[in-house]
């Protein structure tokens, strides 16, 4: 990746020759006036490291590194100065700066200077980005660019008491998103409240918000705290935000805007410190538009916008995904490691999975649990119930039987194969544990 060099000197000539030099060792490099224009050019851009002169208009070199200071991540700062100025320079490293060079300057002096910061920068951005990779992955399984993309922005907000809206569609792992970014955040030991606005009735909803006095509605035998003062002093994820309705909207704005809420059938308010997330698969801007959702309401929950990417934009992530719930379900089911073909893995691998990552997990446990013999059979890829995939599981009975297969399973093999003492530990009749080893082909 090429670095991003700014180039600030009232000079038009001398960052021009700048721009020259730093351009023929491959930078990228972008021009700035004085200390003002490049304050509003590092507003919408970034820049890896800063060259700026020491004496300009408007605002100079060392208010610049100042202001500069005060950003995060802060970009690496080089001195231009006049000769006989270098006790400027020498407070300016004081100050936070990286280097410093006079002019009229050499082009060797220049490019060893600006090759050690960039060094420097680059070490600094691979050490970030295998710690980003490091959180994600206490609660995501990814290989691909995009994921890692993701978790070096969920880095930087989490320590950061933003509030941060997870897009997405469903079944992509917005919900994991959301306990990465608390694991990351300063309230990470503090109560963690998940509430799925899609789940409970919307009249409900905002009694089990923002809590309820005794008798306040027909059923409301008993005062209740709900999940805002629950959350008190960590964070509350707001998932599927796009269900609640307007009046309760409007209650999260006050929230939001002011940390008050109001119990239903009380007459006083309750400060609560709460940091907020939420989560949807709709587009909240068309709900906006379409007189659904508050547009004030949008803009205080969009501060930070994590759009986690389906599972067809990230394919890298497929393979590692598979091996990851085979694992699980190897264990869980007590079937040992499955046999299994190379078409049976590549038709894994290759999808396509509509309800993305909870649609792959179910059926890797359906193939694991309903495979026999040690040899994962391809015939189960064939049942999978083909209307609405992201929540495609299968029923009951089937997944009770898979549970109790595994534990025959381990129990045989802990036992040599010895069906006798298996039964005995198991707690049943010979004859019983036979008819399963056969009902469940072991």
Known sequence: MKPRILVVDDDPGVRYTLKEILESVDAEVFEAADGVDALAWLEKHRADLVITDLQMPRLNGMQLLERLRATLPAPKTILLTAHGSERHAVQAMKLGAYDYFSKPFDTDEVLEVVDRAVGSVRAEMENEQLRAELLLARHMVFASEAMKKLALLVYRVAPKDVTVLITGPSGTGKERVASAIVGGSKRSGAPFVRFNCAAIPRELAEAELFGHARGAFTGAVKARSGLFREAHGGTILLD??????????????????????????????????????????????????????????????????????????????????????????????????????????????????????????????????????????????????????????????????????????????????????????????????????????L
């Open 240 to 441: 599927e935000i796009g269900e609640v309705d307007l009046a309760t909207q409007g209650k999260l704005l006050r929230v939001l805007q002011e940390g008050k809420i109001r119990p239903v059938g009380e007459d006083r308010d309750v400060s609560v410190d709460v940091r907020v997330l939420a989560a949807t698969n709709r587009d909240l801007k068309a709900e906006v538009a379409a007189g659904r959702f508050r547009e004030d309401l949008f803009y205080r929950l969009d501060v930070v916008e994590i759009r986690v990417p389906p599972l067809e934009e990230r394919l890298d992530d497929v393979s590692v995904l598979v091996n990851h719930f085979l694992s699980i379900y190897q264990e869980r089911f007590g079937t040992g490691t499955l046999a299994m073909s190379a078409s049976l893995r590549q038709r894994l691998v290759a999808g396509p999975y509509p309800g993305n990552v909870r649609e792959l997990e179910h059926r890797v446990e359906r193939l694991v649990a309903l495979s026999s013999g040690g040899v994962a059979d391809e015939a189960w890829l064939e049942r999978e119930a083909p209307e609405d995939t992201s929540t495609q599981s299968f029923g009951l009975k089937e997944r009770v039987e898979a549970y109790e297969r595994g534990i025959v399973a381990q129990e045989l093999e802990r036992c040599r194969g010895n069906r006798s003492e298996a039964a005995r530990r198991l707690g049943m009749a010979r004859v019983t544990l036979l008819e399963k080893v056969k009902k469940y082909g």
